[in-house]
């Protein structure tokens, strides 16, 4: 390792942990959209798998750095028939710097067909996540609220969607120190965040597709946050 980048990593780091004890970190990112290639009757359900990598960058004190991030993220939900769907999410990304981030939401949307192989969604749910850096740990949690539309063209389908986090509370931890000094515990400043996403997915057969996605923090002044995340992999009907 340079010693630029490690000057880039030290960086990283701090500027994440001055950005929990300035702004607050809230948890966000869009849920899954309940994409059905083909319409369908009764309860059905799906689940998908997909490895993503993407870009953080971090701003403070005049500073900025930016680092890779990589993990993955598991989806699954039930389509009940009616237009109503539960749809859940857990993602797990870490950073060069040792900072990790898991995600967990559940969301219910109802999705309505407004032409056409062209629908309409809009959902509600909650979500909760887990911040953890080299000097501190980060606890939040908050009301998600998402809407989209969705589309289907032969064997291909896909979505864009807005999901926006109210968090509605937010705790941190300190587990060592900042530049000589302790990390105090208890409750930060709260930050709404919002992203937006796009699937594209094309149906390998009746119930296996490849799936491809692209989100992005486009709401939140916050400090450090996913600048772009992608993600690849399979998502499997039942």
């Not at 062209?118 to 606890?139: E, M, P």
Request: glycine residues 14%.
């Amino acid at each position: 390792m340079n010693q630029t980048h490690m000057k880039n990593t030290n960086l990283f780091i701090s500027s994440a942990v001055a950005s929990i004890l300035c702004s607050g970190f809230a948890i966000a990112g869009p849920s899954t959209s309940a994409v059905q290639p083909a319409a369908t009757t009764g309860i059905t359900g799906y689940a998908k798998a997909q490895a993503v990598t993407g870009s953080g960058s971090l701003e403070f004190g005049g500073d900025s750095a930016s680092e890779d991030i990589s993990g993955g993220r598991l989806d699954a939900g039930i389509l009940f028939g009616n237009g109503f769907s539960l749809d859940g999410r857990y993602e797990h990304v870490e950073a060069e710097s040792n900072i990790n981030q898991d995600e967990a939401r559940l969301l219910l949307n109802y999705t309505k067909e407004i032409a056409p192989n062209f629908s309409a969604f809009v959902g509600a749910g909650y979500g909760t996540q887990q911040l953890d850096a080299v000097v501190a740990n980060l606890n939040s949690d908050g009301i998600l609220v998402n809407l989209g539309v969705e589309f289907t063209s032969g064997q291909f389908f896909g979505s864009l969607f807005y999901t926006h986090s109210f968090t509605t509370d937010a705790s941190l931890s300190g587990t060592g120190g900042l530049g000589g000094g302790g990390l105090a515990s208890g409750s930060v400043e709260e930050e709404d965040i919002g992203y937006l996403e796009a699937n594209l997915g094309y149906q390998l057969n009746e119930r296996l597709a490849l799936v491809a996605s692209l989100q992005s923090q486009v709401v939140g002044d916050s400090i450090a946050q996913k600048d772009w995340l992608a993600g690849l992999g399979l998502r499997f009907g039942f």
